[in-house]
């Protein structure tokens, strides 16, 4: 485990905070399910430390406060506009380098173990979906 990648296999429940609700669920199968001898597939997870680096490197932080500061939550074409525009800041943004390395090295050494013909999915898990009183999925 470093500041910017975690092994699913190596997380459970404890580490939410760290990795978020899906990631920490699958680390937990890993754990329990292959005891029982039931083959749950690896993956790595960025942490929210490299979240919050890739939005301190792109300065993002200060203009995504701004908007939602202001942003009417009753307002759905607000919701979208704004949504959008977050979006796309994210999209433009840049990894530091050292993430990028972190990322790039973790996906060498899960295509090592498993071959070059391996295919791969990317999934979202934030650290606070799908509480009680308010539902991130999929975002």
């Known amino acids: 485990m470093n500041k910017y990648i ?3 296999k190596s997380v459970g429940i404890k580490d939410v905070n760290l990795v ?3 990631n ?3 680390g937990e199968m890993i754990i329990g399910l292959s005891k029982q001898g039931v083959r749950v597939p690896n993956g ?3 942490t929210v430390g490299a979240f919050q680096d890739f ?3 792109n300065k993002l932080k200060l203009k995504i406060d ?3 500061a202001t942003l009417d939550i009753n307002d759905i074409d607000a919701l979208s506009t704004t949504g959008k525009q977050i979006r796309t800041w994210a999209m433009e943004g840049a990894f530091p380098k050292v993430l990028h390395e972190a990322i790039v090295k973790a996906h060498q050494q899960f295509e090592s173990e498993l071959g070059k013909q391996a295919t791969f999915t ?3 898990s934030a650290t606070a979906e799908d509480l009680p009183e308010a539902s991130f999925a999929g975002q």
Do not use: D, P, Q
């Open 66 to 68: 701004a908007v939602l």
């Open 122 to 124: 990317m999934r979202s």
């Open 55 to 57: 939005l301190k490197h």
């Open 6 to 8: 975690v092994w699913l």
């Open 44 to 46: 790595f997870s960025t």
């Open 24 to 26: 920490t669920s699958l």
């Open 20 to 22: 978020g609700g899906k």
